[in-house]
């Protein structure tokens, strides 16, 4: 790749060691609560963008569960551009998220955004998310790269593939490799999509890594019936995951209803991935009867 890593003396003193791929070409599997990230099998994450009440993240577990998602995603902490808008259910929502992972059994991803908060998410959580705004957040990456939880790395949504390797690169330096990064769109100046979902991630940054390589087509194009597109386009440039926001209510959802499926959405689009998958020797978890 071009960047930092090709460029002289100094460039070879501070470049990328941990997460360079030639430093583990087997690639490395991330398991997370039993579910295996990286390996034959695309996990599919899903889940409301809010956790906003314990009615709405049970019918939606439940709903994607049997769909075939293996883990559950929802925001206790939310990251809103205006600090007015709703600002997630914090530590009631941690509690409905592990609530819900003992009627289920999916484990949970759910966003940190704060280093004083690293202890107590890890404490309800199986995968830290640490979001797109946060990407750069160099004392947050220590914090989760110290608790030894896997994480989820979103991609700033202006960062270079170069900066994005360098953020799990700290995380990788505290001694914790079970990061998975997150490709969810970036600024660009076409107004007709939330972001530009750019799948030369995928593959670029499996050339490059040996960590696991995820795509949010959700935020990604901000538009639901665009989804199940993007999914498939994903899964067939070789995505190890997608991560998807579901609502059972999209118009009255708290945040990101636009780009929430709903539960039957998910599970159409959950049925036209399967062939996809098998279509270059991989698969996704079965629906549940
Ligand atoms: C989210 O996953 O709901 C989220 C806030 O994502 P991002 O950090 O990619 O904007
Ligand atoms: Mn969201």
Redesign the pocket.
Same mark, same amino acid.
């Given at each position: 790749m071009t960047g930092p890593r090709s460029s002289g003396a100094v460039a070879a003193e501070t470049g990328l060691r941990l997460v360079d791929r030639e430093s583990k070409p087997s690639g490395t599997i991330v398991e997370v609560g039993g579910v295996r990230i990286g390996g034959r099998t695309v996990v599919v994450m899903a889940g409301p963008?809010?956790v906003e009440s314990r009615e709405q993240l049970l019918a939606t577990a439940t709903a994607v569960q049997k769909s075939g998602a293996t883990i559950l995603?929802g925001?206790a902490f939310?990251?809103r551009t205006s600090p007015y808008a709703f600002q997630g259910l914090k530590e009631e929502g941690l509690e409905l998220l592990e609530w819900v992972r003992c009627e289920t059994g999916l484990p949970i991803v759910t #966003?940190v955004m704060d280093t004083r908060k690293v202890e107590e998410v890890s404490a309800h959580a199986d995968m830290l998310?640490v979001?797109?705004?946060h990407m750069h957040s160099y004392p947050l990456l220590e914090e989760v790269g110290k608790s030894g939880m896997p994480v989820l790395l979103?991609r700033g949504?202006s960062a270079t593939l170069d900066e994005f390797l360098f953020a799990a690169e700290y995380v990788l330096k505290q001694g914790n490799e079970r990061v998975v990064l997150?490709e969810?769109g970036i600024r660009s100046f076409d107004q007709s999509t939330r972001n530009t979902l750019d799948l030369n991630a995928v593959p670029i940054l499996k050339r490059h890594t040996h960590l696991p390589v995820i795509v949010?087509p959700s935020?990604g194009t901000g538009h639901a019936w665009m989804v199940p597109f993007l999914s498939r386009a994903a899964v067939a440039v070789g995505a190890d995951g997608l991560?998807i #926001?579901v609502h059972c209510d999209p118009e009255h959802a708290l945040?990101?209803g636009p780009q929430s499926l709903t539960p039957d959405g998910f599970d159409a689009m959950m049925q036209e991935l399967r062939p996809v998958a098998t279509a270059i020797g991989r698969d996704i978890s079965a629906r549940r009867r």
């Open positions: 963008c809010a995603r925001g939310k990251p #966003e998310q979001g797109s705004r979103k949504m997150c969810r949010d935020h991560l #926001e945040s990101d």
